[in-house]
């Protein structure tokens, strides 16, 4: 079947633009994840859905970013007026229940401000 | 930071050689996971062993968990080519925490 998907696999934007990223996870996974992955380094967890809920955003880095999962399935993550620092990989994670269980990962977004 | 460490951060071998990546954790765990990155791929999930296992294989997977030292490895027996990427563990916390923890990975490449 489908594996997650994000779109678009690469977003360059100007520094002060705002930008939204896409998450389409497995059908009918119950929870949803999103990490922030630096070159180099390992992902870093930004935030978690179970269904519509937002139930930790205790990853994100300002209040500048924001996330969204209104009808318990696709999930948009949106950074406003963006920094250079917010160049990294942006990974949407799904898993069928809770993260107990494996999670399944998306592409990723590349995000390049400049 | 909260990330775990790992080392090797990067590890040459020929292919038919064994590889052994190491992990440490900072706090206590419900599970340990190991996932596998290639370029151009998203994170692939290798193998999960909970906090009262202490070993599991999968195929040429053999993971190791010691809750003591908070520390788990991973090794990969006849490694090949195709083995070739970056290996992350991922600690989830004990304590109701829904987030995966990644250490910082390990860079294997396995030359034929």
Known sequence: ?114 | SQQGEEDPQALSIQEGENATMNCSYKTSINNLQWYRQNSGRGLVHLILIRSNEREKHSGRLRVTLDTSKKSSSLLITASRAADTASYFCASLTQGGSEKLVFGKGTKLTVNP
């Open chain 1, 1 to 114: 079947g489908a594996g997650v998907s994000q779109s678009p696999r690469y977003k360059v934007a100007k520094r002060g633009q705002d930008v939204a990223l896409r998450c389409d996870p497995i059908s009918g996974h119950v929870s949803l994840f999103w990490y922030q992955q630096a070159l180099g380094q390992g992902p870093e967890f930004l935030t978690y859905f179970q269904n519509e809920a937002q139930l930790d955003k205790s990853g994100l880095p300002s209040d500048r970013f924001f996330a969204e999962r209104p009808e318990g399935s696709v999930s948009t993550l949106k950074i406003q007026r963006t920094q250079q620092e917010d160049s990294a990989v942006y990974l949407c994670a799904s898993s069928l229940v809770r993260t107990a269980y494996e999670q399944y990962f998306g592409p990723g977004t590349r995000l390049t401000v400049t």
